[in-house]
C-alpha cells in the first residue's frame, strides 16, 4: 500500500504545472473547470474571465487590472477597447495616444519605438526629436549643415551619406558632387545634321541641369558657345565643386567642376568673357576667353592655392618704429627668395567694404606667391599681358578683410616690399609693377621699384647702391627713394652684398613684377597651316575575300545574290550609324628650317569639346596627322560638318 501523501503531493505537482502554464509542447492551456461554469467564482473579475487563472475579459465586463482584459486596458473597472483618444498610453501606443502605427505620430518629447511613431520622422533615444533644418547647425540626421538626411537635400560640394541626400549628381567620399556630362547626354539624330544647339542643351536645361540660376530668355540657340576648362590644385590634380561663373554677366548663373575638374558653361558668343574661378578656402583667378557663335571654346588650365600659412600680426595703432612681415621662403629651380613687407610709423589702413570704407588698426598680414614651381604660369591670379614676362607675382592679404569680403585695403603711405633679387637683375634698375583689378579684369600698372644692394654698414646703417654704380647712395638719393635711417638700420642685419627688390605698395591686392618681354632675334612663326584632309572610305579600303572586310575603314560587308533577277542584296556596315568613320587632317609644323633658339613645337587640337596637346623636338621637315572619330566630348557620333581647330606653337 503506498504512503497516504502520495497522492495529494501528485495533486500539488499537478497544479502548479498548470497554473505556470506548462501544457508541453503541441498542447493548448487548460483552465480550471470553474472558468466554464458561466458562474463568476474564485478570483474572476467577471463571468468564467480574469483573475489570472481564467482567459482574458473582453471589452465591457469587470477586470481588476490591465492583466485582466485582452485589450490589456482595464479603466473604472472596466475593460476598454484601446483608442486614441482616452489619455492612456495603451495598445501599440507608444506613448499616450500617439505612436505604435495606429494613432497619430508622436511629437516633440513622446516616446518612440522608430522613426515612423514621430511627427518628425525621428527617433533618438527613444524620444521623438523635433528636426531643426533651420537653425544652421549641423544636427539630427543631417549630412551637412541644416541638409541632407530628413531635411532637404544638400546642394553641390556639401555633405551627403548616399545620392537621394544630394539635390544633383551623386554622393562620392561623403560629399555631393556633379555627374560627368557623357553619362547624362542625351543620344543625338543619327539621320539629321547635328545643331549645336541642341547638342549642348541638357547643359543648362532641366531641373538637374550641370549649370544652374541662369535667367529665362537669357541664353540664344543661334549663338551659342560653351566654355571648358580644368581646375587642378597645387599638386596638378583635379579639384572638384570649384565655383565658375562670368564676371559682370550674373544672367549666365553658375556651374561647378566635377570630380575630374572639368567644368562646361554655355554663354552667347561672339565676344571675349572673363572667367571666375572660387572655392572657400582658396585664393580666386580670373582667366579671358573669346567665345564664337556654335563652338566649344576651351580655357587654359588653372591651379587654385590657398593663402601662406605664415602670418604676421601688425599694429597700426600703436607703432613708433619699424614693423616687418614675412611670407615663407619659397625656393624651386629659379633660386630662393621670400617676400618682405614693410610698415613705418604713422601707416594708416582702412579697407573698402561695398560702397564704405573701414579703418584697420590690427593687422594679420599675409604674402603668397603664386610663381612657384613649374606649374606658377596656371597658379596665377589672371593672364599676363603678352609684352610682359612672367617673373614673380605675390598676393598680398590681410585676413581681417578677406573676413569683411571687402575688395581691397589702402594705406595713406606706401608699404615696401622686398624680394630677393633670385632673378639676378642688374643694380639700379627699375622693377617694373603693377596689379591686377578683380573688378576690372585687367593689370593695372604702378610705381616702379628698384633694385638695390647692401654695400655695407657705416654707424648702424646699410650702405646702399641704388643706381648700380657700386658706390654707396648719398642723401639726395635716398630721399629721392624714401629710405629712411630707420629703414637702413633694418637693412644693416642683411648679409653685404645682397640685392633686393623694393618696391612701393599703396594697396593690397595681387601684385607683379615683371619685365619687358619679346621673342629672341631669330624667331620666327610657324608655317602657315595647309591642313589636307581625308576621310573614309579610303581609295583601297584593303578588302579581304569571304564576308567583305575593309581592314582600313573597319568596315564589313555581304552580297546575296536575288534568284531570277540580276540583283543582289548588299549590307556595308558603313551605312549604319553605329559606324563613326575615321578623318585624317594633316598639316606641316616645320619647314626646312627652324630658328636655333626654338625650344620645342607644340600642336593644339580642339573640337567639339576636345582636346589634345601634342609636343614635337624643334626640328626641320615635321608634319602633324590627327585621327578623328567624329565624335563629340561626350562621346556622341555627330552628322554633318564640324568645326575643329589646330594651332601650331612655337616656343622660345
Known amino acids: 500500500m503506498r504512503h497516504p501523501m502520495a497522492r495529494s503531493g501528485c495533486l500539488a505537482f499537478l497544479l502548479v504545472w498548470v497554473l505556470m502554464g506548462g501544457c508541453g509542447p503541441g498542447l493548448e492551456r487548460e483552465f480550471p473547470p470553474t472558468c466554464t461554469d458561466a458562474v463568476r467564482n474564485n478570483t474572476e473579475t467577471d463571468v468564467d474571465c480574469g483573475g489570472g487563472a481564467c482567459p482574458a475579459c473582453t471589452k465591457g465586463q469587470r477586470c481588476a487590472s490591465s492583466t485582466d482584459c485582452v485589450s490589456a486596458l482595464c479603466m473604472e473597472s472596466v475593460c476598454q477597447e484601446p483608442a486614441c483618444d482616452n489619455t492612456v498610453k495603451d495598445g501599440a501606443e507608444t506613448d499616450v495616444d500617439c505612436g505604435g502605427g495606429t494613432c497619430p505620430a508622436c511629437t516633440k518629447g513622446q516616446r518612440c519605438a522608430s522613426s515612423t511613431d514621430c511627427a518628425s520622422a525621428l527617433c533618438m533615444g527613444s524620444v521623438c526629436q523635433e528636426l ?33 541626400d544630394c539635390a544633383r549628381g551623386f554622393c562620392l567620399d561623403q560629399h555631393c558632387f556633379l555627374p560627368d556630362p557623357a553619362t547624362i547626354a542625351p543620344p543625338l539624330n543619327s539621320r539629321l545634321p547635328t545643331s549645336f544647339a541642341d547638342s549642348v542643351a541638357f547643359l ?68 571675349p568673357f572673363t572667367l571666375v574661378y572660387t572655392r572657400e578656402g582658396l585664393l580666386p583667378v580670373q582667366r579671358q576667353v573669346n567665345a564664337p557663335w556654335k563652338e566649344f571654346v576651351w580655357a587654359p588650365d588653372v591651379l587654385m592655392i590657398a593663402l601662406d600659412s605664415r ?263 558603313g551605312h549604319s550609324g553605329a559606324l563613326t568613320a575615321m578623318k585624317h587632317f594633316t598639316t606641316p609644323i616645320s619647314g626646312p628650317t627652324v630658328p636655333s633658339s626654338l625650344k620645342r613645337i607644340e600642336v593644339e587640337f580642339s573640337g567639339m569639346g576636345r582636346q589634345s596637346l601634342t609636343t614635337f623636338p624643334p626640328t626641320p621637315n615635321q608634319s602633324f596627322t590627327l585621327y578623328y572619330d567624329g565624335k563629340d566630348v561626350y562621346g556622341r557620333a555627330l552628322v554633318g560638318p564640324q568645326p575643329i581647330q589646330v594651332k601650331v606653337n612655337y616656343v622660345y
Open 204 to 271: 543648362f536645361t532641366g531641373p538637374n541641369a550641370l549649370q544652374q540660376s541662369v535667367a529665362p530668355g537669357t541664353l540664344d540657340m543661334s549663338r551659342l558657345s560653351v566654355l571648358r576648362g580644368r581646375v587642378l590644385d597645387r599638386n596638378a590634380m583635379p579639384l572638384a565643386n570649384v565655383t565658375l561663373t562670368v564676371l559682370g554677366h550674373p544672367e549666365y548663373g553658375n556651374t561647378l567642376t566635377r570630380t575630374d575638374g572639368m567644368f562646361d558653361l554655355a554663354v552667347n558668343g561672339g565676344q
Open 311 to 573: 602670418v604676421t600680426s601688425i599694429d597700426l595703432a600703436t607703432a613708433t618704429t619699424l614693423q616687418i612681415a614675412q611670407g615663407s621662403p619659397v625656393t624651386d629651380a629659379d633660386g630662393t627668395r621670400q617676400a618682405t613687407l614693410q610698415f613705418s610709423p604713422g601707416t594708416t589702413a582702412v579697407m573698402e567694404v561695398g560702397e564704405s570704407t573701414q579703418p584697420l588698426t590690427t593687422l594679420h598680414v599675409r604674402a603668397t606667391e603664386y610663381t612657384v614651381g613649374v606649374h606658377g604660369p596656371q597658379m596665377m591670379p589672371a593672364t599676363l599681358p603678352p609684352s610682359s614676362g612672367y617673373t614673380y607675382a605675390v598676393e598680398l592679404s590681410i585676413d581681417e578683410a578677406l573676413a569683411a569680403g571687402a575688395m581691397q585695403v589702402r594705406f595713406n603711405q606706401p608699404v615696401y616690399l622686398y624680394v630677393d633679387n633670385f632673378t639676378g637683375f642688374p643694380v639700379g634698375g627699375l622693377v617694373p609693377t603693377g596689379y591686377y583689378d578683380r573688378q576690372q579684369a585687367q593689370w593695372v600698372p604702378s610705381t616702379d621699384g628698384r633694385v638695390i644692394k647692401v654695400l655695407g654698414v657705416t654707424d648702424g646703417l646699410a650702405d646702399l647702391d641704388v643706381t648700380g654704380s657700386g658706390l654707396p647712395a648719398s642723401p639726395a638719393e635716398l630721399a629721392v627713394l624714401d629710405i629712411s635711417d630707420a629703414e637702413r638700420r633694418r637693412l644693416a642685419s642683411t648679409a653685404l652684398g645682397t640685392s633686393l627688390w623694393r618696391v612701393p605698395v599703396r594697396h593690397f591686392s595681387s601684385w607683379d613684377c615683371n619685365w619687358p618681354f619679346g621673342p629672341p632675334s631669330d624667331a620666327q612663326p610657324p608655317p602657315a597651316p595647309t591642313m589636307k584632309q581625308s576621310q573614309t572610305p579610303p581609295d583601297d579600303p584593303c578588302q579581304k575575300a569571304g564576308s567583305i572586310i575593309g581592314c582600313e575603314d573597319q568596315s564589313l560587308a555581304e552580297s546575296l545574290p536575288i534568284p531570277g533577277v540580276p540583283y543582289s542584296l548588299r549590307y556595308h556596315s
Open 132 to 164: 531643426t533644418c533651420g537653425n544652421t547647425v549641423k544636427d539630427g540626421t543631417e549630412t551637412d549643415v541644416d541638409c541632407g538626411g530628413l531635411c532637404p537635400v544638400c546642394g553641390v560640394g556639401l555633405g551627403c551619406a548616399k545620392n537621394s
